[in-house]
């Protein structure tokens, strides 16, 4: 499926980065959820590196454009303190994005062993 751009879709803010404690991560991402809702973040997704537990992808599903920039420069989140107490040197990239093209497929069987 094709959407065109500013149709009006969710919009995506994801970033990767590493993590000291992923456990602890987690914990400080679940005590801001309502923050996160305050600013108009309407899902968010963490995923865990296979290969190395301590990396993870964060993605927030925003309603519009607006919402994912004001969430950036909100003081009651403060990425850049928060990324600070993550002792990042480095602050990672945010890729903010709108789908354009969304393809389903069939699931795979299950891997022969």
Same mark, same amino acid.
């Given at each position: 499926?094709?959407? @065109?751009? &500013?149709? &009006?879709?969710? +919009?995506?803010?994801?970033?990767? *980065?590493? +993590?000291?404690?992923?456990? @602890?991560?987690?914990?400080?991402?679940?005590?801001?959820? $309502?923050? /996160?809702?305050?600013?108009?973040?309407?899902?968010?997704?963490? #995923?865990?590196?296979? $290969?190395?537990?301590? @990396?993870?992808?964060?993605?927030?599903? /925003?309603? %519009?454009? @607006?919402?994912?920039?004001? /969430? #950036?420069?909100?003081?009651?989140?403060? +990425?850049?303190? *928060? !990324?600070? %107490? #993550?002792? #990042?040197?480095?602050?990672?990239?945010?890729? !903010? &994005?709108?789908?354009? +093209?969304?393809?389903?497929?069939?699931?795979?069987?299950?891997?022969?062993?």
């Amino acid at each position: 499926m094709n959407t @065109e751009r &500013g149709s &009006g879709a969710m +919009v995506y803010l994801v970033t990767i *980065f590493p +993590v000291p404690d992923y456990d @602890e991560y987690t914990a400080q991402i679940d005590r801001s959820a $309502d923050k /996160f809702a305050r600013l108009g973040a309407t899902r968010q997704w963490v #995923l865990r590196a296979t $290969d190395d537990g301590r @990396e993870v992808m964060n993605v927030f599903e /925003f309603p %519009s454009v @607006e919402h994912a920039k004001a /969430f #950036l420069r909100s003081p009651d989140i403060d +990425v850049p303190r *928060f !990324l600070d %107490s #993550l002792t #990042l040197e480095i602050y990672p990239t945010f890729f !903010l &994005g709108e789908p354009t +093209v969304v393809r389903e497929f069939p699931p795979a069987p299950p891997p022969e062993e």
